[in-house]
């Protein structure tokens, strides 16, 4: 055999060996997919509230009355949530709280508390299904009905106001509050969005452009916000971190500028604001204009705490780029 018909051959087997690892690796992209958005359990962080360290196990550390509440979905699963719970719970209105794609909601309550406090609003804060004390396993299908049941379960309470219930969802949460909004527009009076993606299509580009002219066929998880957001009539807050690291900005604009049916469009951009601390570099301001958002839209005077820190303690809250999952395909795909 010549010099060159051995190169040859060798390049023939490296192509065929390459095809066969880029095709194994498509696979496993399209069966682990779930996987790669969903994180109920990351290395090294609690999976359940009952194992958080202290302060963010359960809102009675801070002195508030708080219900745990355990909701029933269509499909026969059980979600865990805490009902934070005002003194004149009966009047004020009530945001629904849906987190980000990573950790349970204890790691949410600093910041939840400070809403609490300085918004004068019940809040609702919610754990998808699969996360923290809840049942079963996140899916994009599952999590829509999640978010239907939360609904649900504060419409037939007798002690929470059915015309002021807000939607606030962050990152991930944003793509179940736009849903909700969506779906059940005539019973949402609000919705508040912040660090929210155009869509998983739009993700895959920003994250993994190496998949850009493969993700139609590979793709099963949907979230498109940018389709839905165009039909909603609602009043829409957009709170955008500055630096957001994990969602280009432009995707919380872009979002913005399609919500051409709302009826009043409020934009807020946080100063150095990064993806899961936005709360805490918006400081007071970040706060302040929500409380003016939901004054308006629910003609409600609130009574808060305006002496609170808002610069509340914050724990790290694990998303997409820190899990070994991601970094392993996200390797591989630039090494191929």
Excluded at 287 to 306: K, L, P
Aim: charged share 20%.
């Amino acid at each position: 055999m010549s010099t060159t018909e051995s190169i040859l051959g060798w390049v023939q087997t490296a192509t065929y060996a390459g095809g066969a690892a880029v095709a194994g690796l498509m696979m496993l992209l399209y069966v682990y997919q779930e996987k790669l958005l969903y994180h109920p359990s990351v290395p090294g962080v609690p999976k359940l509230t009952t194992e958080n360290p202290k302060g963010y196990q359960h809102p009675a550390e801070y002195g508030i009355d708080a219900e745990d509440v355990y909701i029933p979905t269509k499909d026969g699963i059980t979600i865990h949530a805490w009902l934070l719970k005002q003194p004149t719970m009966a009047t004020v209105p009530t945001i629904l709280f849906y987190h980000g794609n990573a950790g349970n909601i204890g790691f949410r309550l600093p910041n939840a508390v400070q809403m609490y406090k300085q918004l004068g609003c019940n809040i609702l804060l919610v754990d998808y299904r699969g996360f923290g004390l809840s049942l079963g396993d996140p899916t994009e299908r599952g999590l829509q009905l999640d978010a239907e049941a939360t609904l649900d379960y504060v419409l037939q309470r007798k002690d929470i106001d059915p015309t002021k219930l807000i939607v606030f969802g962050r990152s991930l949460g944003g793509a179940v509050a736009i849903y909700l909004a969506e779906h059940r527009g005539e019973q949402i009076a609000a919705v508040m969005v912040e660090n929210t993606f155009l869509s998983i299509s739009a993700m895959v580009d920003s994250l993994l452009p190496w998949l850009t002219y493969v993700k139609r066929f590979l793709l099963a998880i949907d979230w498109s916000n940018e389709r839905r957001i165009q039909s909603l009539p609602h009043p829409i807050l957009f709170l955008a971190g500055e630096h957001d690291e994990l969602v280009p900005p432009f995707h919380m604009q872009r979002l913005h500028d399609l919500a051409r049916r709302s009826r009043l469009r409020k934009w807020h951009l946080i100063a150095r604001g990064t993806h899961n601390d936005s709360w805490v570099k918006g400081g007071s301001l970040y706060f302040e204009t929500m409380r003016d958002f939901i004054m308006t839209v629910t003609m409600t005077t609130t009574t808060c705490d305006a002496s609170v820190d808002v610069d509340g303690p914050t724990h790290a809250i694990p998303n997409m780029l820190d899990t070994p999952l991601f970094q392993r395909t996200s390797t591989k795909l630039k090494d191929e």
